[in-house]
C-alpha cells in the first residue's frame, strides 16, 4: 500500500525517508541508549546533532560566514514581535517598513507597531492592472521600483512567499537602487524556504518556521547576518535576544531538541538528493505542471498574477463551487490529503512542498482531470 500523498500547507508532509530513520533511532539514537527526546542538549549527542545541523544548512544554502544560524522557538509569529525588538534600535530613528502582499506580512505589519514607527512601503492590497490582467487584491506583488524605502528604516520587511495567497516574489531588489543603501532587508521565508536558493547579498536577515518545507513545528530557523545583532531594544526578554542565541549556540535556554534533530535530518535528505539546485529543478517541474494543467482547464482556476505565483502553494478554485465538498471528500477517499483551502480565501489550496515528489503532483492532476470530466 502507498502511503496517501499529503498537501498540507503546514505542518505538513515530511519525506518518508526522514520518518523512517526517525523511527528506526527512536529508542536508540545512534547506540547512545537513548532517544534524542531524553538526552541533555549539552551533551556530547546532542551537542553534535546541533552542530552537524548548522553545518549542513550553511552548506545547502552556501549561508556566508558573516551570517549566524540560530535555532530559535515561537514560530514565525513569534519574529513577528522579534525582529523589532532587535533591530528597530540599530540606528535612532525608530522606524521600519513593511511590504504588504497578503495575509502573513500584514500580521508581521501590525505586530511591529507596537515597537516603533512602522510604515508600509508598498502594499498589493488594492486592484492592479499588470500587463493585460486585472488582478484583485492581494493575487500580484509590487514592483520594487514603486517601493517608498525610508533611507532610516532600520530595516524593510517582506514575506517572500505568502502561504495563502499563493504570491512569491524572489527577485529581491539590491535597496541601494532603491536610494536606501543602509537599510538591511528582513524576510519572512518560512513557506519555500530550502524550496530554491537565497542570494545573501540580498538580505540581512531571513527566518522561517520550520513546519512547511524544513522539519516539524517547534523550531523557527534565523539565518541572521553578525553586524545586525546586539542591537535589541531593552524590552526584548533574553530568550529572544539573537545576541544571546547566537552566542550560546542556539542554547540559552533548552532548545526544541527533537524538533532541531528531525531538521537535521531533512537537510541531509536535501543533501543526499543533490542539494538546493536539484529540488529547486524538481519544485520547478512540479510548479509548471500543476499551473500548466490548471490554465488549460476550464473548470478549475487559479487567481494570482502568473509572474508571481508560489511553486510552494497552489491556491485554485472550482468554478462550481457547489462542488467543494465532493471534491475533497473524493480526493481524501483517493488519498489526496488536505487540499482544502485556507478559510479567508476559500477554495482549495495544493502546498507542493519538497517532501511532495513530483509523482505525488502527477497523481493530483489525473485526479483533477478524472473528477473534471465525471463533474464538467
Ligand atoms: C505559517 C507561517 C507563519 C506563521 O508560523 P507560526 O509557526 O504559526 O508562527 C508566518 N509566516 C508565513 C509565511 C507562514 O507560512
Given amino acids: 500500500m502507498t502511503r496517501p500523498w499529503n498537501f498540507s500547507a503546514g505542518p505538513s508532509a515530511l519525506p518518508l525517508e526522514v520518518l523512517e530513520q526517525a523511527a528506526a533511532e527512536m529508542t536508540d539514537w545512534q547506540g547512545s541508549g537513548m532517544s534524542v527526546m531524553e538526552m541533555s542538549h549539552r551533551g556530547k549527542h546532542f551537542t553534535q ?16 560566514q558573516d551570517f549566524e544560524i540560530l535555532f530559535m522557538q515561537g514560530g514565525a509569529t513569534a519574529e513577528n514581535a522579534i525582529v523589532p525588538m ?17 495575509s502573513w506580512s500584514n500580521k508581521s505589519y501590525k505586530e511591529a507597531q507596537r515597537y516603533g514607527d512602522i510604515a508600509v512601503a508598498a502594499s498589493s492590497g ?29 530595516y524593510l520587511h517582506l514575506c517572500s512567499n505568502e502561504t495563502i495567497g499563493g504570491v512569491e516574489f ?39 518556521g520550520a513546519q512547511k518545507n524544513a522539519g516539524p513545528a517547534g523550531v523557527t530557523v534565523v539565518v541572521v ?15 529572544f535576544d539573537y545576541a544571546n542565541v547566537a552566542q550560546a549556540g542556539s542554547m540559552f535556554n533548552t532548545p526544541p531538541t527533537y524538533a532541531i534533530y528531525i531538521a537535521g535530518l531533512v537537510f541531509k ?20 505542471a500543476l499551473y500548466g494543467f490548471l490554465d488549460r482547464s476550464e473548470f478549475y482556476q487559479n487567481a494570482v498574477h502568473p509572474s508571481v505565483r508560489s511553486r510552494m502553494n497552489v491556491p485554485f478554485f472550482l468554478k462550481d463551487e457547489s462542488l467543494n465538498s465532493r471534491f475533497l471528500s473524493e480526493a481524501d477517499a483517493r488519498g489526496l490529503l488536505q487540499l482544502k483551502g485556507h478559510k479567508s480565501v476559500g477554495g482549495m489550496r495544493a502546498s507542493i512542498y519538497n517532501a511532495v515528489p513530483f509523482e505525488g503532483v502527477q497523481a ?11 463533474h464538467g
Fill in 364 to 374: 493530483l492532476i489525473t485526479f483533477l482531470q478524472e473528477f473534471e470530466r465525471q
Fill in 126 to 154: 488594492s486592484d492592479e492592472r499588470i500587463e493585460d490582467l486585472q488582478q484583485s487584491p492581494w493575487t500580484w506583488f509590487p514592483s520594487p521600483d514603486t517601493w517608498k524605502v525610508r533611507p532610516d528604516a532600520a
Fill in 86 to 102: 532587535n533591530l528597530i534600535g540599530r540606528n535612532n530613528a525608530g522606524k521600519a517598513d513593511y511590504i504588504l502582499s497578503g
Fill in 269 to 288: 535528505w536535501l543533501k543526499r538528493r543533490g542539494g538546493i539546485a536539484a529540488v529547486e529543478a524538481e519544485n520547478i517541474r512540479k510548479a509548471e
Fill in 49 to 64: 546533532i546541533r552542530d552537524e545541523a548548522v553545518a549542513d544548512l550553511r552548506e545547502l544554502l552556501s549561508v556566508p
Fill in 225 to 239: 547576518r553578525k553586524d545586525l545583532i546586539g542591537h535589541a531594544l531593552p524590552i526584548c526578554p533574553s530568550a
Fill in 170 to 208: 524572489n527577485d529581491w531588489p539590491d535597496l541601494a537602487d532603491l536610494g536606501a543603501p543602509d537599510v538591511p532587508l528582513v524576510v519572512d521565508a518560512s513557506s519555500h524556504f530550502l524550496s530554491r536558493p537565497i542570494d545573501f547579498s540580498k538580505v540581512g536577515m531571513i527566518y522561517a
